[in-house]
């Protein structure tokens, strides 16, 4: 494995587990209609004029993100095992990427949309 190889892994193990925490969170958030501070601060959450409105929809978004990422893990690690062509590699970096973007701007705009203004 050449070091370029192992920081891309490492990269993925780490993705794969904070996929990992944002499913759980995600199913967490959706059980108990609250947000928890691991996707909106404190700070943050006391500008919310309706939390359990904000957790509802805010669900979907996290939830998604959070099987992408554990994806994208799962496919590093196989990558690892089995050489997968670059097409999929490229593919699947792709994919993370954008989905980070959606969520970040889904959650912006969620945070818009629920503060007091």
């Known amino acids: 494995m050449r070091n370029t190889n192992i920081i891309m892994f490492i990269f993925e193990i ?3 587990v904070l996929g990992t ?11 108990d209609k609250k947000v928890p501070a691991f996707f909106i601060s404190q700070y943050e ?4 004029k309706n939390e359990e409105g904000i957790a509802s929809d805010l669900f ?15 496919e590093g ?7 997968l062509p670059t097409l999929v590699d490229t593919g699947a970096v792709v994919l993370f990427l954008a989905a980070w ?14 503060s007091r203004l």
């Open 45 to 48: 959450l006391k500008k919310i």
């Open 14 to 16: 780490i993705v794969l």
């Open 101 to 114: 973007f959606w969520f970040s701007f889904s959650l912006r705009r969620l945070k818009l949309k629920y």
């Open 60 to 74: 979907p978004y996290s939830i998604g993100f959070g099987i992408i990422c554990l994806a994208f893990g799962v």
């Open 21 to 31: 925490l944002i499913v759980l969170k995600s199913i967490s958030m959706k059980k």
């Open 77 to 83: 690690i196989i990558d690892e095992l089995v050489d």
